[in-house]
Each structure stands twice: as C-alpha cells, then as structure tokens.
C-alpha cells in the first residue's frame, strides 16, 4: 500500500491558480504511473490528469490547455497545477498511483488513493 498526501486546496475566484501536491514514499513517483481525480457534490469521481513514470501524460477535455501534472523525482511529489479556475473546478481532488505503464483515465486502474483536498472555486 502506498501512502499518498495531498495539499494545496482552498477556497478561491474563478479565473485563479491553485497548485496542488501530493506527497509519496520515496521513489513512488519515479515507478508509479500517477493520476490526480475529482469528485464534485453529488457526481461521481472522474478522471482529470495522468502521468506515467517515463513522462507522457493524458489531460480530460475539461481541464486540457489549464491544468498541467508533473512530478518531482527527488521530492518524491507530483504536482496539479491549476489555472483559469472555473466554478465546475469545485471538487473534492484525489492523488493516485497505479502500476508502471500508459497513463491511464481509469478509476479502476489505480491501486491506492490519497484522501483528498476540497478546492471550492467561486464565481
């Protein structure tokens, strides 16, 4: 089981950045395929971003061309960075990690799931 933290959310306008992060076990990140997910009140988790060991990454229609992931081998994080937030932004976001291999946009995919950071994007 890998232990993943997230950080990095909060409360802010729409049109702002947010850069969210998420802690791993040493090394994690540089062998997982990692993902970041959300969960808007009422709706089910959906996929937002991936990215696997070797660098290439797959965005949702929703969030391509603002939001970007990378990650940070020696701090052992990866990164959401979100800009020109909108109020369908506003979710609960989950960090993954899932086994070497394509990035994927499946839930079922990913092994082990963070806890979760609430961004609230007001209008």
């Known amino acids: 089981q890998v232990q993943l933290v997230e950080s990095g959310g909060g409360l802010v306008r729409s049109g702002d950045s947010l850069r969210l992060s998420c802690a791993a076990p040493?090394?994690?990140?540089?062998?997982?395929?990692m993902g970041w997910f959300r969960q808007a009140p009422g709706m089910e988790r959906e996929f937002v971003a991936a990215?696997?060991?070797?660098?290439?990454?797959t965005y949702a229609d929703s969030v391509k061309g603002r939001f970007t992931i990378s990650t940070d081998n020696r701090k052992s994080t990866v990164y959401l960075q979100m800009n020109n937030l909108k109020t369908d932004d506003t979710a609960v976001y989950y960090c993954?990690?899932?086994?070497?291999?394509?990035?994927?946009?499946?839930?079922?995919?990913?092994?082990?799931w963070g806890q979760g950071t609430q961004v609230t994007v007001s209008s």
């Open positions: 993954a990690a899932a086994q070497p291999g394509n990035p994927s946009r499946l839930e079922r995919s990913y092994e082990n």
């Open positions: 040493a090394r994690t990140v540089m062998w997982y395929t």
């Open positions: 990215i696997s060991r070797s660098g290439p990454t």
